[in-house]
């Protein structure tokens, strides 16, 4: 792991900004006297790249080295640069090297659809040819009843002949029919056919032609296309732009999103690490399990999601946590490995059918195997998959499996034979190429069975239902937390520590007001018996009361709550798959669970459901759970970084919620809890930043005292102590 101790500007903490939605880079210039305020050092941005029409997150990139013009293009990039560096925050920049918009827009993209496979854009895109032409999922039937319906037509883009689907150019090959069609601009079904039939790409039925897909996707999503990073050219192609800023001295850090899904996530950090030197900081985004350390990359550490956990689990009353748990019981799968196993299953059997089929290709060829092994080297893939530990092995990259793996050859059949190819991926290019192609299978099999389904529907305590959490974690004591900052301080110093991301389920604050209910047991299991109720009278299971419940309580006191709650708990439905989803949706059920949220929601903000002092208690508890998060993230090893409005008290729910605009004009009344957290966040940056080296690497120990915690960082002669909030139960 690579510890940079001559940055160019001095980390000390990281804000967080989400671009589009109303922020452009000349809003955030504006910005930068008030986050300098605050005592943030750099001003960290979600991705500016020019993303695909509409977008709203900018992660769909279409061209890596173009500046958004929606964002205001490069003037203004170099406009909030220049800014910042006379302001002294350095500039974060967040970048996509798995994956772009898999759209005709994309300029790269359209160059290969145009050119064919012999096109100069070709290398670039994770395809699996052998399969067919690359294939867009898009229709809303076949091409012939889109046709009928006006939506396909013959255009031109340029001196280009195109087809026209749903107002999107489709660039078609430059061929003598191409050309009749294009002149006569005319189409009809039989002619459609024999223009489809030219093209190396295809066009289908969403929801009949999925399993056609070739191209990697990011996770289950069809409009993203991966990028070949692996290729050394298309490495280069890709990073000109993040290498001429570099060198400008405008970007003061990177942090990489999804490496996970990188054929070789190591080389890909090493070719970085040369690109932008030793002096520029880099994080990855990666979801660590309880105890997994990242391999040793040439980066500053992980986004943060490991960091947040241990804070939940420390500040969570394991007696509270136990009420909660007995009060669900009824509610929640029995075994909650085997109910991740049967999600897995079905995912490999459904969605990722096309990502299956590629692993079990590159075993064969691996194996060497005839097509009658077919059968059971699906089978041995399928056993891994569904048991596999972690996120994924790095074998592709030429690391060895940890010894644990070892007892998945129990697994039986060829089991065994597939975990000697991962062993062998380090000298034996086809055993690397099934490694690689294993590897991104497990991580976005893990993703969409755990975080995006099994989290929906293991309701007993939202807050380990996280990023990087898992729903039967348990609370750890003083001492374990304390052990934990220490070996962050020695491994992974300048790490980020998150609360909040644009990834979360549910943000610091959301969780919080959940972690304080755990400080009333009996109070607890009340909300769940009658949220348990109240769902089994509307006609759904009880765990959705006891969803509600939480995430009611978590948005009680937050403005336009009810419209947010019901919009979450239809998204909420589709993830878990079991009552609506997104295939499928029934708008009947989700219309119930919105009711049932907001009627909820309107007895937490009456007196009826509360018993004599129990909601004076509660508030007090959960003050004391804000404002200790706070102090932990500060005070700890690693660099706080702080999501937007999460200065203030924010209660968002997962995206879209987490990604709404930041209401900067509201006021906080002296001494609110806004306020407090506020100053108590400006404080601690403060601190941070008269010594930063004692707080990203000093020794951490955390001592009770009667009514706080008190936290001592110690380093080369510097030490510090800070008094950290102590939420304790009613007396």
Not at 205 to 219: C, P
């Amino acid at each position: 792991m690579v510890i940079v101790s001559n940055y160019s500007y001095e980390i000390t903490a990281t804000y967080r900004l989400q671009l589009r939605s109303g922020m452009s880079l000349d809003d955030a210039r504006e910005l930068l006297p008030e986050l300098g305020a605050l005592g943030v050092s750099h001003l960290y941005l979600s991705p500016l790249f020019r993303a695909a029409t509409g977008s709203t997150h900018g992660y769909d990139v279409i061209d890596p080295n173009e500046v958004d013009p929606v964002l205001g293009g490069e003037e203004a990039f170099i406009r909030l640069s220049d800014a910042a560096r006379i302001a002294g925050i350095g500039v974060v920049l967040d970048i996509v090297p798995n994956h772009m918009a898999c759209v005709p827009e994309n300029p790269l993209l359209y160059d290969l659809m145009k050119g064919g496979r012999d096109s100069a854009s070709s290398e670039i895109f994770d395809i699996d040819w052998a399969k067919g032409p690359l294939h867009f999922p898009v229709l809303d039937g076949t091409p012939d009843e889109v046709l009928a319906a006006g939506q396909i037509a013959m255009g031109r883009l340029g001196d280009d002949a195109v087809l026209e689907v749903y107002g999107q150019s489709y660039p078609l090959a430059d061929t003598p029919l191409s050309r009749e069609l294009a002149e006569r601009g005319e189409l009809d079904a039989s002619a459609l056919a024999d223009l489809l039939a030219e093209q190396c790409w295809s066009i289908g039925d969403w929801r009949q032609s999925a399993q056609s897909i070739n191209h990697r996707r990011f996770f289950n999503i069809s409009s993203l296309i991966g990028v070949r990073q692996e290729s050394i050219g298309v490495f280069r192609l890709t990073h000109r732009w993040i290498s001429r800023q570099v060198e400008a001295g405008r970007i003061q850090g990177l942090r990489v999103d999804h490496v996970d899904g990188l054929a070789q996530p190591g080389g890909y950090l090493a070719h970085l690490r040369e690109l932008v030197g030793p002096d520029v900081p880099v994080w990855v985004e990666k979801i660590a399990k309880e105890g997994e350390d990242i391999p040793d990359w040439p980066v500053q550490g992980m986004s943060g999601y490991e960091f947040m956990t241990p804070v939940t689990q420390f500040l969570t009353q394991p007696d509270g946590l136990a009420a909660m748990r007995a009060a669900a019981r009824h509610a929640v799968p029995e075994d909650m490995a085997d109910e991740v196993r049967n999600v897995r299953r079905a995912l490999l059997h459904g969605t990722f059918v096309p990502e299956h089929a590629r692993v079990v290709d590159a075993a064969m060829a691996a194996l060497g195997c005839t097509e009658a092994l077919r059968g059971a080297v699906e089978q041995a893939v399928e056993a891994l998959a569904l048991v596999w530990p972690v996120y994924r092995s790095y074998t592709a990259d030429g690391l060895p499996l940890s010894p644990e793996f070892a007892g998945l050859r129990s697994a039986g059949g060829m089991a065994g034979a597939l975990l000697d190819l991962l062993q062998a991926a380090a000298g034996d290019p086809q055993a690397r190429q099934f490694a690689a192609r294993f590897e991104q299978l497990t991580g976005a099999l893990t993703a969409k069975s755990e975080e995006d389904t099994v989290f929906f529907r293991a309701v007993s305590y939202l807050p380990f239902c996280e990023v990087g959490a898992e729903p039967e974690l348990q609370t750890i004591s003083r001492s374990a937390f304390e052990a934990l900052m220490n070996r962050r301080a020695a491994r992974t110093p300048y790490g980020l520590n998150a609360l909040s991301t644009h990834d979360t389920k549910r943000s610091a604050d959301a969780r919080a007001a959940i972690v304080a209910l755990s400080y009333f047991p009996a109070l607890a299991s009340r909300f769940y018996a009658h949220a348990g109720a109240r769902a089994s009278v509307c006609g759904l299971a009880p765990r959705w009361g006891i969803y509600a419940m939480q995430t009611a309580l978590a948005m009680r006191e937050e403005p336009d709550a009810q419209a947010r709650l019901v919009e979450h708990m239809t998204k909420a439905a589709r993830e878990a798959k079991d009552l609506s989803s997104y295939e499928n949706p029934d708008e009947g059920a989700e219309r119930q669970l919105g009711a049932l949220a907001a009627g909820l929601l309107e007895e937490l903000a009456g007196d009826g459901i509360w018993n004599g002092k129990e909601e004076a208690s509660f508030h007090e508890v959960l003050d004391a759970v804000i404002l200790a998060q706070v102090a932990l993230q500060i005070t700890a090893p690693g660099i706080p970084d702080i999501y937007q409005g999460t200065e203030w008290v924010s209660a968002n729910l997962t995206d879209p919620d987490n990604r709404r605009a930041v209401d900067r004009r509201a006021e906080h009344a002296a001494g609110s809890l806004p306020e407090r957290k506020f100053s108590l966040t400006a404080r601690l940056l403060a601190l941070r930043k008269s010594a930063p080296e004692l707080f990203a690497r000093g020794s951490y120990e955390l001592r009770a005292a009667e009514r706080e915690w008190i936290v001592r960082r110690t380093w080369q002669g510097q030490s510090a102590e800070v008094p950290v909030p102590r939420p304790l139960p009613p007396e």
